[in-house]
Structure formats: structure tokens, C-alpha cells
């Protein structure tokens, strides 16, 4: 069984920039939750989806955005980057809100 | 919204010798609680949890233990070896609820010597 599969794996971009983060779950899987990691917050959560919903989001400005497909992939969208913005970026699927979340490789991004 | 407090945040021991990390958690409703482990520049994998009716859950080396009237939790780990050197997260939320989230505490640097 094939894991969270995210992509891409790194990114380079500057400030002002957009960018779109993709992340396909567990097959089976129906929620998806996206993460931001640096070294100094830790893990912070920044959305949950369940069947094409966001349910749930964190504290982060409107710039952080998101979706939901029907197949379950999601993608996540940051606009008018900001140097504070570089992070690894990881998602998580599980079967059903609540159960068992397995995290992707995550996608590093930097921006200059 | 719930809050997580992880202690220590960095722990060195000899290979051998017993770990154990502590979490604090502040929301009544949560009730789930899983622990990651974080190799350097690996993804977060689960290595156990444990879920508010239980009061302690083995895995081989590994134990977590749930206390819900003080709310706090802890991971045991025994005859630590090199590769159980890595970061480990604990994480709480109220599995079930509409409000589903994981909310990590930031995390214990753990170092076993040789």
C-alpha cells in the first residue's frame, strides 16, 4: 500500500510569490490535515479536510489556503509569500477524523 | 483550544538506561493521543498511542501511560538503543469531535550514547 505521497518535494521561491503544495493520502483515506514544521513553533496545524470539506483550521493569516478533491488528494496554496513563510510543510491522511494519521515526506519551502 | 505542553525538551542517556517524556494537556474533551517519532529529515511516523479509555498501552520497548484526572501523558521507553535517537512528538486531540485537530507539544530531542 503506497504512503502519503507529497509533492513537490522542494521548492525555491521568493517573496510576493504564490505557490501550491499537493498531497495525495493513504488510498482509502478521507482526511487530510496539513502541517507547518520549523524549528522554533514546532508542529502547527494549519487545516483538516474530510470528504471534500475543511472542517477544521488553524491560526494562520488568509494567505494559507486549501482544498479537497474528490479522490481525497489535497492541495495546499500560499499566496504573497513572506520570508517567514519557509518551513517543511507536511500533510497527514487517515481513514476517519480521529483515527490514525500518517504523515508524507513533507515539502520543504524557502523563500528568498 | 487545547494546549500541550512536552517535557524535557532535549534528553541524553546511555545506551540501556530507561527514557521517559512527559506531556501536559489542557482541553477535558481530548481523547486521543498518539506519539511520533522524527528521525533528522524524515517524516513523523507513529510509533503508538493511546486512547482515553485505557490507562496504559505496551509495545515492546515502548509504553505510553495516560493519566485523564491529571491530564497528562508519558512515553516509556526501555534498553534505549542508537536508533531510537531521533525527536518524538506527543500530540492530543478529541478524536470523533467536529473539531478534529492534533495538537503537538514542540517536541524532546532524545540522544542515546553508545
Known amino acids: 500500500k503506497a504512503g502519503v505521497t507529497q509533492t513537490p518535494r522542494y521548492l525555491i521561491k521568493t517573496r510576493g510569490q504564490q505557490v501550491t503544495l499537493s498531497c495525495s493520502p493513504i488510498?482509502?483515506?478521507?482526511?487530510v490535515s496539513w502541517y507547518q514544521q520549523t524549528p522554533g513553533q514546532g508542529l502547527q496545524f494549519l487545516f483538516e479536510y474530510f470528504s471534500e470539506t475543511q472542517r477544521n483550521k488553524g491560526n494562520f493569516p488568509g494567505r494559507f489556503s486549501g482544498r479537497q478533491f474528490s479522490n481525497s488528494r489535497s492541495e495546499m496554496n500560499v499566496s504573497t509569500l513572506e520570508l517567514g513563510d519557509s518551513a517543511l510543510y507536511l500533510c497527514?491522511?487517515?481513514?476517519?477524523?480521529?483515527?490514525?494519521?500518517?504523515f508524507g515526506q513533507g515539502t520543504r519551502l524557502t523563500v528568498v | 483550544g487545547e494546549n500541550v505542553e512536552q517535557h524535557p525538551s532535549t534528553l541524553s542517556v546511555q545506551e540501556g538506561d530507561s527514557a521517559v517524556i512527559k506531556c501536559t494537556y489542557s482541553?477535558?474533551?481530548?481523547?486521543?493521543f498518539p506519539w511520533y517519532k522524527q528521525e533528522l529529515g524524515k517524516r513523523p511516523q507513529l510509533i503508538i498511542d493511546?486512547?482515553?479509555?485505557?490507562g496504559e498501552k505496551k509495545d515492546q520497548r515502548i509504553a505510553v501511560t495516560l493519566n485523564k484526572t491529571a491530564k497528562h501523558f508519558s512515553l516509556h521507553i526501555t534498553e534505549t538503543q542508537p536508533e531510537d535517537s531521533a525527536v518524538y512528538f506527543c500530540a492530543a486531540s478529541n478524536s470523533g469531535g467536529s473539531n478534529y485537530k492534533l495538537t503537538f507539544g514542540k517536541g524532546t530531542l532524545l540522544t542515546v550514547n553508545p
Open positions: 488510498s482509502g483515506h478521507r482526511s
Open positions: 482541553d477535558s474533551a481530548s481523547n486521543y
Open positions: 493511546i486512547r482515553s479509555n485505557v
Open positions: 497527514a491522511s487517515s481513514w476517519n477524523p480521529g483515527g490514525e494519521a500518517f
